[in-house]
Each structure stands twice: as C-alpha cells, then as structure tokens.
C-alpha cells in the first residue's frame, strides 16, 4: 500500500504515463455499467453468493461452501472535477459492502442450507486500489499482483489507515505469541 501512488483528481496525460503498470489508488463516485443488477434488483458495483450447507461428524460440524458465484467487476469511478478510469476484474477485498443471509439459522442439523449474498451498494464515494493500466477503454484499475484489487466505501486516507491497522494487528499478535514462547521456555528452564 505504500507503494501505491494517489490519485484523486483528472488523470493528466504526464501522470497516466508516469503511473501507468503500477499500483494506484484512486477516489471518485462509482457509476455500475448497464445490466449488473444486484441481489434485490438495484445497480451493484460487486455481487457474491455462496451456497453452504450445515455437515456434522460426531462432535464437531460446521458450515461448508457447495458452490459460488461471483459477478466480475465493471464499473467507473468519475473524479470530483472530471475525468474518469474503468474498474475491471475480480475484487480481492471489498470493504464497507452489505450482505444478507438466507436459510441456516440459531441451531444448525446436518443438511441444513443456507445462502449469503454480499454486494457492494452504489455509494456516493469509493476508493478503488489496483493496477493503473492503458485500454481501448482508457485509464483501468485491474488487480495488481501484489495489491490486488481493493474496494472501499471509505475515503482514501481511511482506506489505507485499514490496511496499514492489519499490517499492525498482524505483527501486535507476531509479538505476543513471541514473549508467550520465549515465557514458556524461560519458565521450562527454571524448573
């Protein structure tokens, strides 16, 4: 995420080239392209099922995943002061999306279904992080190898602070399980 350049106003023709095949984040009012309508017939931006089914062995049981289906990105971000880049490709995060839950229930049997959707909602701002790449399309945000393809309903700089907050948490925990280990041996040695 720190290697990813902001851009968050028109794309001038300079700045395209010097960003282009690197990974970008831009902030713009998303528009859905023409028939992607989403789980209650509105215009989405992201669409996900899964279809689970409850499976107990003995003791222990849980849900499992049947099958998925996942509609591909394809939609504009319009910058606040013009201009605009086409978003394509499978998102590999989505942050601030809805979703809603069919079937399953409080007290789970074997051969009990359910199936959640999630989707992301036209929103009035959104942040888009990825690839910044040239099509016949124009600018396009596709998902990089490192970064992936990130959509947040939230703004930029909040965008990223919740990235860097997992960066952190993850090393908080590296941490904690480092002290309980060295604690561990410190205490197995002393006997």
Aim: hydrophobic share 40%; net charge positive; proline share 6%.
């Amino acid at each position: 995420l720190r290697q990813a350049s902001l851009i968050s106003r028109p794309v001038p023709v300079s700045m395209l080239k010097d960003n282009l095949d690197r990974d970008v984040s831009v902030s713009g009012t998303p528009e859905a392209l023409e028939g992607r309508p989403g789980p209650m017939g509105v215009p989405v931006l992201w669409y996900r099922m899964e279809r689970q089914e409850y499976r107990r062995s003995g003791k222990s049981g849980g849900w499992r995943t049947m099958d998925t289906y996942e509609r591909d990105c394809g939609f504009l971000v319009h910058f606040h002061e013009g201009g605009r880049v086409v978003v394509s490709g499978r998102p590999t995060e989505v942050h601030g999306g809805q979703s809603r839950t069919d079937g399953g229930g409080f007290f789970a049997c074997h051969g009990m279904q359910r199936t959640i959707h999630k989707w992301m909602p036209l929103v009035p701002v959104l942040t888009v992080m990825g690839r910044l790449g040239l099509t016949g399309q124009g600018a396009t945000i596709a998902p990089s190898r490192g970064l992936g393809l990130l959509i947040s309903a939230s703004e930029p700089s909040k965008a990223a602070l919740e990235e860097n907050a997992k960066g952190i948490a993850g090393l908080v925990a590296s941490a904690g399980a480092l002290v309980l280990g060295i604690a561990l041996i410190v205490a197995i040695a002393a006997r």
